[in-house]
């Protein structure tokens, strides 16, 4: 059979060219690329999610709940016990990953014809799904500290009249998080241009030094907030992503998602996590003192580092970042190497992660300056 590439098929215009998405995977001592929770699920929740899985299995020749009105409801109780903001079942939707919430968005309030807005560098999710969704993608301004410039936003967004604005707090890939202020002064300009949907990725926010931005759904209609329980919850092999919003953006989502697209044992996993959330949120915080501790040594070290409010951490500046990601793995470390000219990003591991992630650095440092 002769040698067939993806643009030798009639692939639509907007795909060709293009990469999937992901990181590479090595087996290297200590991983530290893709910004998983390093700490395993305890044994109790391991036990609850074997129960409850047992439970859903002996009615698995039926189709799960479509609307996952349980789910739905404890994800609800969780948002508001830990934000303090009243969010009711109506105002949550449950989907298979937050990459799917962010597909489903798109194919309710995007697609040909229409665009979507980001400020790169971002979650790169955020432009592969919109072209995989026939939407326009148009690549918005940051400032040289990874900042969003808010003048080159609000100018950006009155030109274009974007149909969907991403804004990624905090951002990945470099942990910065967005003043409210500037997520509302954003949210004002796009309505301006043309009422248009805000949706702000909270993937990280567990991690923050600040609050959730649930408060601000209050009258505003077309923002959207967007999470996950691959980090927090330590639950990436789970894939479960959700939105808190409007119940009317509820109900447009389900103009589009697919029948019975949230398997019964999803939910019943997803289910049995959340009741561990107390546990789940302690691994957090141990997280976070490692985050800010690698922020810490990083700069002592000798390094620049965009502040994190993520579970990872990004530092240069290197004359040639790849070769300093090859250096670090040469070292049994696998960071990320994004593509950010100069930079890297760590992922906050387990304590002895980070110390091998250290003296790899440390040891680069001197290489480098020797």
């Given at each position: 059979?002769?040698?067939?590439?993806?643009?030798?098929?009639p692939v639509?215009?907007?795909?060709r060219?293009?990469?999937?998405?992901?990181?590479?995977?090595?087996?290297?001592p200590?991983?530290?690329?893709?910004?998983?929770?390093?700490?395993?699920?305890?044994?109790?929740?391991?036990?609850?999610?074997?129960?409850?899985v047992r439970e859903?299995?002996?009615?698995?020749n039926?189709?799960?709940?479509?609307?996952?009105?349980?789910?739905?409801?404890k994800?609800?109780?969780?948002?508001?016990?830990?934000?303090?903001?009243?969010?009711?079942?109506?105002?949550?939707?449950a989907?298979?990953?937050?990459?799917?919430?962010?597909?489903?968005?798109?194919?309710t309030?995007?697609?040909?014809?229409?665009?979507?807005?980001?400020?790169?560098?971002?979650?790169?999710?955020?432009?592969?799904?919109?072209?995989?969704?026939?939407?326009?993608?148009?690549?918005?301004?940051?400032?040289?500290?990874?900042?969003?410039?808010?003048?080159?936003?609000?100018?950006?967004?009155?030109?274009?009249?974007?149909?969907?604005?991403?804004?990624?707090?905090?951002?990945?890939?470099?942990?910065?998080?967005?003043?409210p202020?500037?997520?509302?002064?954003?949210?004002?300009a796009?309505?301006?241009?043309k009422?248009?949907m805000?949706?702000?990725?909270?993937?990280?926010?567990?991690?923050?030094?600040g609050?959730?931005?649930?408060?601000?759904?209050?009258?505003?209609?077309?923002?959207?907030?967007?999470?996950?329980?691959?980090?927090?919850?330590?639950?990436?092999?789970?894939?479960?992503g959700?939105?808190?919003?409007?119940?009317?953006?509820?109900?447009?989502?389900?103009?589009?998602?697919?029948?019975?697209?949230?398997?019964?044992?999803t939910?019943?996993?997803a289910?049995?996590?959340?009741?561990?959330?107390?546990?789940?949120?302690?691994?957090?915080?141990?997280?976070?003192?490692?985050?800010d501790?690698?922020?810490?040594?990083?700069?002592?070290?000798?390094?620049?580092?965009?502040?994190?409010?993520a579970n990872?951490?990004?530092?240069?500046r290197?004359?040639?970042?790849?070769?300093?990601?090859?250096?670090?793995?040469?070292?049994?470390?696998?960071?990320?190497?994004?593509?950010?000219?100069?930079?890297?990003?760590?992922?906050?591991?387990?304590?002895?992660?980070?110390?091998?992630?250290?003296?790899?650095?440390?040891?680069?440092k001197?290489?480098?300056?020797?």
């Amino acid at each position: 059979m002769s040698d067939v590439r993806i643009d030798d098929l009639p692939v639509r215009d907007e795909l060709r060219g293009k990469s999937p998405y992901g990181a590479p995977q090595l087996d290297v001592p200590v991983r530290l690329n893709t910004n998983e929770n390093p700490y395993p699920l305890p044994e109790p929740l391991v036990e609850r999610i074997t129960e409850r899985v047992r439970e859903a299995a002996r009615n698995l020749n039926r189709y799960p709940d479509r609307d996952a009105v349980e789910l739905r409801t404890k994800l609800a109780e969780y948002l508001t016990d830990t934000s303090g903001h009243e969010v009711g079942v109506a105002n949550v939707w449950a989907a298979n990953g937050s990459n799917e919430v962010i597909q489903q968005l798109l194919q309710t309030f995007g697609g040909p014809g229409r665009t979507a807005i980001g400020f790169e560098p971002s979650y790169s999710m955020h432009a592969l799904i919109s072209r995989g969704t026939g939407t326009g993608w148009i690549s918005g301004p940051r400032n040289e500290d990874f900042t969003i410039d808010l003048a080159a936003a609000e100018k950006a967004i009155a030109e274009h009249r974007p149909d969907v604005v991403f804004i990624t707090t905090p951002n990945n890939p470099t942990g910065n998080a967005v003043p409210p202020e500037t997520v509302l002064a954003l949210y004002e300009a796009a309505q301006a241009a043309k009422p248009s949907m805000v949706v702000v990725d909270e993937a990280y926010i567990e991690f923050s030094h600040g609050d959730s931005l649930l408060p601000l759904l209050d009258g505003r209609p077309n923002l959207v907030i967007s999470r996950t329980m691959s980090k927090a919850f330590g639950a990436a092999g789970l894939r479960l992503g959700y939105l808190a919003a409007h119940p009317a953006v509820v109900d447009a989502v389900q103009l589009v998602r697919l029948p019975y697209h949230l398997s019964a044992v999803t939910q019943a996993t997803a289910l049995a996590a959340l009741e561990h959330t107390g546990t789940l949120l302690g691994y957090v915080e141990q997280l976070k003192a490692e985050r800010d501790r690698l922020v810490t040594e990083l700069r002592e070290i000798g390094y620049e580092v965009t502040a994190s409010d993520a579970n990872f951490v990004q530092f240069g500046r290197f004359a040639d970042s790849h070769e300093a990601w090859r250096k670090i793995l040469d070292r049994g470390v696998l960071v990320r190497d994004n593509g950010v000219p100069g930079w890297l990003r760590v992922t906050a591991g387990t304590p002895e992660e980070n110390d091998a992630f250290l003296d790899a650095v440390r040891a680069l440092k001197k290489e480098q300056s020797s």
